[in-house]
């Protein structure tokens, strides 16, 4: 598994424009995550970053700041691994509607 930090980073964007990167993302991305199995993931792991993280933090027993850091830590690294998942995952999709974008561009080309 890949982590990328950007957008830019993804191989199938990496050679869009960032208009053209905002349009995938718009267009292939966000609908993909409104998907109820996005959802309830995500609902899920949430959850179980906070039971980690609280349980992490009980069994250190350190102060208040240093619990709330490291269950901070937990949700959002825990969701960032959880969106790297769904990106892997959906990189077929990102490249299907790429080359369905490039093809009717070329048609309406030659068409006009």
């Known amino acids: 598994m890949h982590l990328y930090f950007t957008t830019a980073q993804i191989p199938e964007l990496a050679g869009l424009s960032s208009k053209q990167r905002q349009i995938v993302k ?9 998907r109820a199995s996005f959802f309830a993931s995500s ?3 949430t959850l179980a970053s ?11 027993k350190t102060g208040f700041i240093a619990n709330a850091l490291l269950v901070g ?7 960032y691994v959880h969106d790297m998942i769904w990106l892997m995952l959906w990189r077929p999709w ?5 080359q369905d974008q490039k093809e009717l561009a070329r048609l309406q080309a030659g068409v006009s």
């Open 50 to 60: 906070i039971l980690l993280g609280v349980c992490l933090a009980h069994a250190m």
């Open 94 to 98: 990102i490249r299907r509607y790429i």
């Open 43 to 45: 609902h899920l792991m």
């Open 26 to 34: 718009r267009d292939c991305l966000y609908p993909l995550s409104q």
């Open 73 to 79: 830590v937990c949700v959002f690294g825990l969701g």
